[in-house]
């Protein structure tokens, strides 16, 4: 039996235990339509990331590549190894475009991939998600999963049941952080934490949010047992990113 | 000639050779829905496992991985290569998610996949089953098929006709195992398990079935001549497992 | 340039250049319903092979494995590298489940794989056998293949134009031998045979057929040219198969 | 940068930088109904083969290998990579089954490889000929590119515009040879040619036609600028396969 | 973590920091019709390419192979890696026609490859724009992606929306360059190029215009901050391509 021990990485992609990564892979998901004449600029919300009390940024290939020089010696770079862009609509799929060799070349301390669990696709996303679980053991390196339900089988996707479903989906993959919807209630998302048994669950982020809102379910977030947050748009679309990324980090840290 | 033998770990994972196989792979095939307060924590089940007498675990990556403390010393492991969620209804298919490769450094004991018959995608899993079978063999491991009938032109999975068909198919493939439906009958399974050759058979679970009706069907099928059981909901649904573990451990090793 | 000469092989499959097989791969590609209570253990019909003057068993792999101490010294192994189950009907295609390595590895003397000419998934058979055809040859194998007109294409899979183009096609993909339909007359069968040129002929199995009529059809497809035959259950569901096998041995190799 | 240099292939399939290829790969393309008594046996086109003035002769890998003794010391091999039957109708696609390392060790002198440009699945054949290209690259074998626009988007697939396409496509994919339709006319046959630059231009076959008339049309292929043909039924089936071959060889070696 | 410098070759295909390519593989992409009496011979437009003041031309592999003595120690090759012709419609798609390897061993200073974001088949994209771009870091070879919306999906493939998409695509998909649409107004291109980042941005050529205009297109598009472009038709279809291009050259260098 071969031991694999990955806790150097996943040290390094946390603090205290918690985890707080700047979600930025946007500009290939969503497209330029989340920016704004400052956060169109890349450079922009990268150098700000390292004025950040956050664990790890959420890159695809091209940013990590082409901003190297900017991060990679102060930001912990979770590299995502999937993408599409929302620019058609089939059922989903998580196509990948890095491998794990590749992002370990990129300097990356964790992988990524989305799992649309529950879509007529799924058994192809869980072959290759199989294959990167595989690799990124080789490597020693966490994998994240991003498992969301959706496709047209799936009515609603946050859930108690959808998400529950999806977390420990995450879990019996391999994965060693869930990123997950959440379900909008600290009750209910306690229980979901519990089904995905000693994977970590993280939340992931969504559209901009009225602030106490926003910190509110943060809060509730953190005390339902998850952790840690994986933010992007609430951050980075604000006046001041650094001021409200420090108070979700007084958050999650619970510092 | 290369001569493959696999007595050593059909030894490990037998008991007079009988098997007894706690079945926990639900977590992914069914998600959490079959599991409550106490079973939503896979420590729980797997923990129990230790103090059960069986002659192994089915387990997907995920839970092999990150409890293998919990268990690996104390209970053998067949490991689930293939997995999907119910969330979605399409033609059945099993996608392989692990290696056997990884199976082995994981610990594992026997190797098992799921083999949908009749299906439109039975072709798909054929080919994979074939090279699963030829890996297995180089590892000495092995090999379980799940073999059910299943799919829109399966009118009656667990027909006589049905299940001596997949009996059947799991022994031209090369496995060691049969995992099937039990037919209801004793005289009928007696016949499916002529058609397994010298494939031994054991029957796949259920849901929670009253215990009366669960014991007496326990002992048709061992009298039938099966080799053993594979059962998950039934014991651990149950509020003391261990008591049915033990009662069916009787009855499998006839003891 | 590259010299192959399957010489050895050919010569241990046949006897006076004739091949007698006894086809019992009907487990897989029919399931139990071809048995009854005698035919249904495998052991019955396989140690019933030793006793009989024919060249070759025809096993998929579970069967090579499972008995090989019954027949491998005695009975050489053709090795059926596809197979299918009867429980669906989508257009005819033959999945891979066996390579020719682990053929090898069981002591195959020669390997089968069947070709559905006029399949609309004819052109992933062909690329399969393509691979299949450039691997026997490394190992001197001889290659058999089972080339059957079907699909929603053909109408009449045993017309002399179908069963012609069949075999020609065995030639042209680079067959040793071609297991084809009988014509059902010996003049038409016997330009059929020449269209397979250097390709050796045997015809396929079907049903159970009156005695009389069988032992005239075989008579009939020796004169017409055949290099032999392979009989499945005309021989293993009769009362007598040794004697039967026996009398069908005069024919095929004519003493 | 790596220099390839097939002229030594190059010479060896052409006379006076002309290609005269007796086309013989109809078994598996149209099957036995091209043939007659005596054209049904391989074994006579092959024989006849050595006594023409021909540079090469166009065989799929089972006659390649069953007849290679009476042809390869006398006769260039083209040997064709992909092949299927003319039994069902689907949308247009050519399956490999041989590949460029197998076709260099039956003694090929060239490989061909059929493209269908404009069928719906013309980019899996791209895929499949870019591969092929560059392992024939690495063996330094000439590659004839069989370029016919067919596919239910395809009107007209012998048009001047359908064929000066095609033609520029076998020159785009790295073609030495692209082997085309005859737009029936020497004028715009000529702008064809131009259009496939450097890479030569030889004209496919087709069924029997009147000797006049066929030889009027090699007349004007060679005088348009044409530097060959591949032929094989005005050859063959004809009553004197060697006088029609004579008189060909002299038209297109202009002797 | 593994650096890749890509300066050399990317200082070899520009000049001053700016790409002048000439684009010549519509032979492929649109087939003949794009060619008169002269431009037909590919030989024409590439010995005209060596008297350009350009940084490159853009082939395929059959011309780079062919016409390589005509070129290749004056004008760097953008090697493109996929093609197919416009014969057919069916939702886009490009396939891999040539690899990375392939085209180091012809001398490529760069590689191409094209991307239809929105495509139903954009997932198949970015899985082989992936592996190529891993290949392509492993030589240090820039990256040029052709990405264009395009499928049923896109309505409006050149406005600011799916320009400024498709431009970022390119940039979180690894491409050193992006070969975009012009939006054909400088105020929104130049937003395009900003979401672009640290990728360089050239335009991609299209049909023949009035001088006057596409004069007026090329200033205001590196007057908006393009790193240069990418025109054929252009150039090669008037009467004088070396003025043209001089004129062009003028603009995009600035001198």
Chains 1, 2, 3, 4, 5 share one sequence.
Not at 199 to 206: E, S
Request: hydrophobic share 40%.
């Amino acid at each position: 039996m071969k031991r694999v021990d990955k806790t150097v990485k996943m040290k390094k992609i946390s603090k205290g235990g918690k985890f707080f990564f700047l979600a930025f892979d946007q500009g290939l998901e969503h497209g330029p339509s989340d920016f704004d004449e400052k956060t169109i600029d890349p450079e922009y919300i990268i150098d700000l990331s390292t004025k950040m009390r956050i664990t790890g940024i959420i890159l695809q290939k091209g940013l990590a590549q082409k901003y190297s020089e900017n991060f990679i010696k102060n930001v912990p770079l979770i590299l995502k190894l999937n993408g599409k862009t929302s620019m058609t609509k089939t059922e989903p799929f998580s196509p990948q475009i890095t491998s794990v060799k590749e992002a370990v070349e990129m300097g990356a301390d964790a992988v990524g991939y989305t799992v649309y669990v529950g879509s007529e696709r799924e058994n192809e996303m869980f072959e290759i998600v199989g294959k990167i679980e595989e690799e990124a053991r080789d490597y020693k390196l966490p994998l994240v999963i991003w498992s969301y339900p959706r496709g047209h089988a799936i009515k609603n996707p946050k859930s108690f049941e959808s998400v529950a479903y999806a977390a420990r989906v995450a879990l019996e993959l391999g994965a060693d952080i869930a990123k997950i919807h959440y379900t909008g209630d600290k009750n209910s998302f306690n229980e979901v934490i519990k089904a995905a048994g000693r994977c970590k669950v993280i939340t992931a982020g969504g559209p901009l949010e009225p602030l106490e809102a926003f910190f509110k379910d943060a809060e509730d977030i953190m005390n339902a047992g998850a952790s840690g947050m994986a933010v992007g748009r609430n951050i980075w679309q604000h006046d001041d990113p650094i001021k409200i990324a420090d108070k979700l980090a007084t958050i999650i840290f619970d510092d």
